[in-house]
């Protein structure tokens, strides 16, 4: 097992073919969400025209990493109706996918019969996994690496069997 939990552009950068994350809460309160969450209530959305302003540095380290012919997907398993979360999500999720990203979305009801892992995570070419632990109330309790082969193909399986059913971010309305 990898002792060292890399940084998200080592992570990526290590990506050779394909980089998967699976979400499955319906809000996070990780620190650097705490400002564009509070804006978002406040009003504020992004301008499609204007990428500039779209949350940097990660939208670009996604699409240098597509650029390099990853395929970056991200599926969220969501509860519904949506929290007040997911709808900021949801609101600001074409900018992922204007970088790249493949995004879908499923409504946690579809993902009863799925086994999923306990955690959130990033599997990076179907070799290494990127555990997101987070406390009860949402802050981010790091992250943890792990190669063993039995976690990644659980990983693997719960990611492609969420995506078989998740409906794409341009089809997927919430109300």
Request: aromatic residues 12%; charged residues 25%; proline residues 6%.
């Amino acid at each position: 097992m990898p002792s060292s939990v890399p940084t998200f552009p080592e992570l990526l950068g290590s990506a050779r073919s394909t980089a998967v994350h699976l979400e499955m809460r319906d809000s996070y309160a990780v620190d650097y969400e705490k400002g564009p969450f509070a804006d978002w209530r406040a009003g504020f959305r992004h301008d499609p025209a204007d990428r500039a302003s779209w949350w940097r540095p990660w939208l670009d380290l996604i699409q240098a990493t597509v650029g390099r012919g990853v395929v970056v997907r991200r599926a969220r398993i969501v509860s519904e109706p949506v929290s007040e979360y997911t709808r900021f999500l949801y609101d600001g999720t074409f900018t992922n996918v204007a970088a790249g990203e493949q995004v879908r979305w499923l409504a946690r009801r579809r993902a009863s019969d799925i086994a999923l892992p306990g955690n959130d995570f990033w599997l990076i070419d179907g070799r290494l996994i990127r555990w997101n632990h987070f406390t009860g109330e949402g802050a981010s309790g790091g992250g943890e690496i792990s190669d063993d082969p039995a976690a990644v193909k659980l990983c693997a399986d719960a990611f492609e069997a969420v995506w078989a059913r998740a409906i794409p971010h341009d089809q997927y309305k919430i109300s």
